[in-house]
């Protein structure tokens, strides 16, 4: 049993080293804690494991470990609401603060999106997945991908837009007519 | 249209990614693959989590992930037996004997300079087995006092002489790394041939 075995642990052993990095950052990107992140990517490291018959190809394995960090996120977020709740009854703080996420018009019209858009949308962007292996992380076609990504895509630009034309409305009168973002009022009258 | 030329708004998206890759904290980094390593030590691929059964596969599952050492390069790169923090395991893949330290890869007799985390620099006074250099860091999970865990290793202390032998960038707990004892040591360098 031994050659087997050894395959088995080189083939997830080279899963780890070409993808632990991007599962950190795409767990990351999900929780709020990095000892939270590191445990989503050790549990998906521990299910590939149990089912490395399954694995693709090392370089190939990117969308098959995906998919399961996102059911192990799911879970924990599930858990993790409920250990919140019990935490704000005892009014404590983790030791641990969530990460600063920077905020800008992109990542503030990212979340006025349904849940489906701004996954399929940061899988693409932030992952850097294709859209067939977004699919295979969604577990849905590659052609359900192209329609929801057409549909996910209109929307997050008109919020980009709203989002832009608010701003235009904080700033000056001008600018929320349609002038030029960024330029100011001083700008235009030279 | 005062925009003739409209940008892909995900381009802006992909500008305002919050997680680089590249910007990932390595000892972070590092806790994933100590867990990685328990991982493939104690759970079977396959089967049923709680069975037990190891082997080849965690020694090449190891060998594969292994950290690199800062300095004294053990040869090789098998896995790390103790428990990483965080997962309550409490077992030792091979019971300490001088048989089994025959096993390992690196041993040597070192004082703790530095612990940082779970990682702890040794400067090597003899070195027994797999070692070069005067100093050596390595991972040292369970035994830097970060977390508690049963797994049989000493609270590592700076100051302090040990007896420290594993593989890869691992010490190993469970006996295999020990207090400094003149006739342990004495053992170890009769069973190591040095």
Redesign the interface.
């Known amino acids: ?2 050659q087997p ?2 395959r ?3 083939q ?3 899963a ?2 070409a993808h ?3 599962l ?2 795409y767990a ?2 999900r929780t709020n804690a ?1 000892s939270d ?3 989503v ?2 549990e998906t ?2 299910v590939a ?5 399954l694995m693709p190809p090392a370089g190939q394995a990117l969308p098959w470990l995906l998919a399961i960090a996102r059911r192990v996120a799911a879970n924990r977020r599930r858990s993790g609401r409920r250990f919140l709740g019990l935490l704000d009854r005892l009014q404590r703080v983790s030791s641990e603060p969530a ?1 600063v ?2 905020t ?4 503030d ?2 979340a006025r999106l349904p849940s489906t858009d701004r996954e399929l ?2 899988l ?3 992952d850097g997945l294709t859209q067939a292996e977004a699919g295979a992380v969604l577990g849905i076609s590659a052609n359900a991908v192209a329609i929801r990504l057409l549909r996910a ?1 209109k929307r ?2 008109a919020e ?1 837009d709203a989002i832009a034309k608010g701003s235009d409305d904080d700033r000056t009168p001008a600018q929320a007519k ?3 973002p960024g330029r100011s009022a001083r700008d235009r009258s030279s | 249209m ?1 925009h003739p030329h409209e940008p892909d ?2 381009d ?11 910007d ?2 390595s000892a ?2 590092a ?3 100590a ?2 390593q328990e ?2 030590m104690n ?5 049923r ?1 709680g069975r037990r059964r190891l ?4 020694i ?2 190891g ?3 292994a950290l690199a050492v800062v300095v004294g390069q053990p040869a090789a790169e098998p896995a790390n037996p103790s428990p990483s923090p ?1 997962t309550g395991s409490a077992s030792c893949v091979e019971s300490y004997s001088l048989a089994t330290l025959a096993n390992r890869s690196f041993a040597f007799d070192g004082t703790v300079t530095v612990i940082d985390g779970d990682s702890v620099t040794f400067t090597v006074n003899e070195a027994y087995r797999g070692v070069s250099g005067d100093a050596v860091t390595l991972q040292a999970p369970g035994m830097t006092g970060t977390t508690i865990t049963s797994a049989g290793g000493p609270v590592l202390v700076s100051g302090e002489r040990y007896l420290v032998a594993g593989d890869a960038t691992f010490a190993w707990a469970c006996g295999f790394t020990q207090r400094w004892d003149a006739a342990v040591a004495a053992e170890w360098s009769g069973a190591l041939g040095s």
């Open positions: 049993m031994g075995d050894n088995a642990s080189q997830l052993a080279a780890f080293e632990h990095r991007r950190l950052a990351l990107r990095l992140a590191e445990d990517v050790g490291f521990a494991w149990r089912r490395v018959a990460p996420v920077p800008s018009p992109a990542s019209a990212l949308l940061t693409l962007a932030w895509r997050f630009a980009l349609g002038m030029v | 005062s708004p995900l802006a998206l992909r500008a305002a990614n919050p997680v680089n890759d590249d990932l904290p972070s980094l806790r994933l693959r867990r990685m991982t493939v759970e079977p691929h396959g089967a989590p082997g080849l596969a965690a090449a599952a060998a594969a992930i965080g």
